[in-house]
């Protein structure tokens, strides 16, 4: 089984930065897709960003140009840099993985984490 367990949200005011991490209990998690989704109130989830087991990066046009994804293979580790945040993106933000073994395939999700924009 893999777990993955956000961390960083909390509350910030429009401009600010704010770095979320997904931490992962297996290897897996580095050998796979991994993406970062948010949800806001009201609202569908959505995918922010992915980064591929080879290193290729997709963001949302919503936050091309502010937000970067990368992952630490060593440390199992995902992140996801926000810069110059706006109210909008105020909404619990979740890692996903979508993990490929020989044998299964599945889907895992963390808890989420809450970002807040606002002054």
């Known amino acids: 089984q893999v777990q993955l367990v956000e961390s960083g949200g909390g509350l910030v005011q429009p401009g600010g930065s704010l770095r979320l991490s997904c931490a992962a209990s297996s290897r897996l998690f580095s050998r796979n897709l991994a993406s970062w989704y948010r949800q806001a109130p009201g609202r569908n989830r959505e995918l922010v960003a992915s980064?591929?087991?080879?290193?290729?990066?997709e963001y949302s046009d919503s936050v091309k140009g502010r937000f970067t994804i990368s992952r630490d293979n060593v440390k199992n580790t995902m992140y996801l840099q926000m810069n110059s945040l706006k109210p909008d993106d105020t909404a619990v933000y979740y890692c996903y993985a979508k993990i490929v073994t020989s044998i299964e395939v599945f889907d895992v999700w963390g808890r989420g984490t809450q970002v807040t924009v606002s002054s």
């Open positions: 980064i591929r087991s080879g290193g290729e990066l």
